[in-house]
């Protein structure tokens, strides 16, 4: 057992996720400052109508990232897995046939993206007033789609094998690099939305280039060797299986917002739709906060219940609930305090953009206090392997209950039904994740007695 895996099985629980949980939160941070500083600097230096072609875009984004998640998480829950079972050669495995498939994948989406991208765009609520914006930026990003799909999905392998901190300086160094070329392109060298999608690119680039150095250097607990680079049918099954429920999540998410964005240009127009690119801005970065958690207790959930310490899987349960619902209850209490001084951030001219934006902020978010541990629920079955609840519960917000409402709430309450569904789902399914969450936790507290015994 080497340094890293002994950490995972024998160091407190609390340390450990605290160990985890700094490089994991100062990363997707980071990372989450993406699309916020496209946004930023898009609304600041473009114009509000830019800003709303650039949210339009947001959709097929979630899908690019549904597929790195579906790769990445299903590989890295896997590697831990085999890492708490002592199966080395399983787990190099893994990661070879996982990369391989990343190239594939990343290849198919581009040649698919760029023949559907104009009906995509009207589908996700691109206007004959922001299709240009959107089409410029879109062409851009799924030109580098391979490096965002190969440069995420190593990076939570990295993760998933213990190496919280190479991890997080990975998103600096690609988040730091789009920060930096950003306002050059934009602003400097006058590029618009082309400058900031080139910038993001770059940065992927940056990322990709990274991470294959890690897996092939002296810091990787598992390596990427040439000839574990080849498909292997029952692996790819394993890493399919698991990483469904955030790739579904991803995929449903996406169709929700195009569906959002119909909604919010048959009810508000243009500036409402770029109303909802802030509020999905803000809540990006709240959710990445908790996200962190989930990445800090992956490799402890995984390891652990591979290894039959379901006693740390509890304790690991425990304390991400807890992190995660206090997240949520001060980011709520901030966001409803401050919306107009946020809405700035964003675009500080455009009076309707601020009316449209502070309403959405405060509507949408209000049950924000309830979101923390949902999320943390989805990783944690993910995170044992148990993909069909994961699923079910990850469904649940953003999908089963949300899309009936946003489909007959606007009907008696205009856009205010809009930004209301989102809470009234977030209420609903936070009972229903209630139950599997005391469920599974008595079923760990069974295992535990009889794995002792």
């Known amino acids: 057992m080497n340094k890293k895996t002994k950490e995972l099985a024998e160091l407190s629980v609390p340390r450990l996720m605290l160990k985890f949980f700094v490089p994991a939160f100062i990363g997707v941070f980071i990372n989450a400052l993406y699309n916020i500083v496209d946004r930023v600097f898009i609304g600041q230096g473009v114009g509000s109508m830019a800003l709303s072609g650039v949210s339009a875009t947001f959709p097929v984004m979630l899908i690019v990232m549904g597929f790195g998640m579906l790769i990445g998480i299903g590989a890295g829950v896997l590697v831990s897995i085999n890492l708490g079972k002592h199966n080395m050669h399983k787990a190099e495995k893994v990661l070879g046939s996982s990369f391989l498939l990343m190239l594939l994948v990343s290849v198919l989406i581009t040649i698919i993206g760029m023949s559907i991208k104009g009906p995509m ?13 959107a089409n410029d930026y879109l062409n851009i990003i799924l ?23 190479i991890a997080m300086f990975s998103m600096i160094i690609s988040a730091g690099t789009n920060m930096i070329l950003n306002p050059i392109f934009i602003f400097g060298f006058g590029w618009g939305v082309k400058g900031s999608a080139l910038a993001t690119v770059i940065s992927m680039i ?43 999540m991803q995929i449903a998410n996406s169709f929700v917002q195009g569906l959002i964005n119909t909604k919010l240009i048959a009810f508000g127009g243009d500036l409402a739709v770029g109303a909802m690119g802030i509020v999905n801005s803000v809540a990006t970065m709240i959710v990445m906060a908790i996200v962190a958690i989930n990445m800090a207790s992956q490799p402890i959930i995984s390891f652990n219940y591979g290894a039959g310490s379901f006693g740390r899987v509890k ?21 409803e305090a401050f919306p107009e001084s ?13 009316s449209f934006g502070r309403e959405g902020l405060q509507m949408a ?50 856009l205010h039904g809009i930004w209301l569904a989102m809470p009234i789902s977030d209420t609903c399914s936070a009972i229903i994740v209630v139950f599997f969450l005391v469920n599974q936790w008595k079923k760990l507290t069974r295992l535990s007695f009889s794995f002792r015994i």
């Open 342 to 354: 946020i809405v700035k951030l964003f675009n500080s001219s455009d009076k309707g953009l601020m």
């Open 365 to 414: 978010l209000m049950a924000l206090p309830l979101v923390g541990f949902q999320v943390v629920a989805g990783n944690f079955f993910q995170s044992m392997g148990k993909a069909r609840i994961a699923v079910l519960l990850t469904l649940l917000r953003q999908v089963i209950i949300l899309i009936p409402l946003l489909f007959i709430l606007p009907n008696f309450l205009g």
């Open 315 to 335: 304790d690991t349960l425990r304390i991400s609930i807890i992190s995660a619902s206090v997240i949520a209850v001060l980011s709520f209490l901030l966001v």
């Open 121 to 133: 765009l009207r589908l996700f609520g691109a206007t004959a007033e922001t299709s240009k914006y």
């Open 206 to 248: 940056l990322l990709t280039v990274w991470v294959l150095a890690h897996f092939r250097g002296i810091n990787s607990v598992v390596k990427l060797k040439l000839e574990n680079i080849r498909f292997d049918h029952k692996i790819l099954f394993e890493i399919l299986a698991i990483g469904m429920a955030p790739f579904v």
């Open 143 to 165: 030109a580098g789609t391979v490096f965002q799909v190969v440069g995420f999905s190593l990076n939570n392998i990295i993760r998933a094998e213990g190496n919280a901190r």
